[in-house]
């Protein structure tokens, strides 16, 4: 079994035990306004057109993010969602007419400015245009995604996500599994 399924099945089984508990969330009505969140998430990226040095074509690598998220209610929020893809892989990059090029990816690193917008109790929509650095040549990343989370007591949440970056030479999709913590943020107090 590859790894990716592995993943796959402990993300599944983790999300049926979190779903399964009937329990009211303790923060279910408690306003996000003003808080900053963190995420820590483990995933993995999936690129179609990735060859490894063997000559392989498509891989699924690890991956791990960093998410940092300012929530303007509880529907709103601005973050900046930075990943690593830990793999060294190949894309063949069409540079116009009939010339291609090898572009070599060595551990890419992206960190896109990104706006959440949660519409109801445990999805969020998630939009992004920012860069991926990488030593041999930057990319602009357009982010799409989904994310669902499960709040958990204490401003503690268990998160699941699925992104698909779009970038000029190729396309990443990812899933992912973290954790998150709600910090307190700068709340005006009114007298």
Not at 122 to 143: A, D, Q
Not at 159 to 184: A, C, E, Q, R
């Amino acid at each position: 079994m590859t790894v990716f399924f592995r993943v796959l099945l402990a993300n599944m089984l983790i999300l049926s035990i979190a779903y399964g508990q009937e329990k009211e969330h303790p923060l279910a009505g408690e306003s996000k306004s003003g808080m900053f969140r963190i995420i820590v998430s483990q995933g993995h990226a999936h690129i179609k057109k990735a060859m490894l040095q063997g000559g392989d074509s498509g891989i699924s690598a690890a991956a791990y993010a960093l998410d940092a998220d300012y929530w303007f209610s509880n529907h709103l929020a601005f973050g900046v969602h930075s990943d690593v893809v830990l793999e060294n892989y190949l894309i063949e990059e069409h540079l116009g007419n009939d010339e291609y090029d090898i572009l070599e990816r060595e551990y890419p690193i992206a960190m896109v400015p990104v706006l959440l917008y949660k519409p109801w109790e445990h999805i969020s929509f998630i939009g992004g245009i920012g860069p991926e650095f990488s030593k041999e040549k930057n990319l602009m990343v357009f982010r799409s995604g989904l994310e669902y989370g499960w709040e958990l007591p204490k401003n503690w949440e268990l998160v699941s996500t699925v992104t698909y970056d779009v970038k000029k030479t190729y396309d990443t999709w990812m899933i992912g599994f973290g954790v998150s913590k709600f910090l307190p943020g700068f709340k005006r107090h009114h007298n």
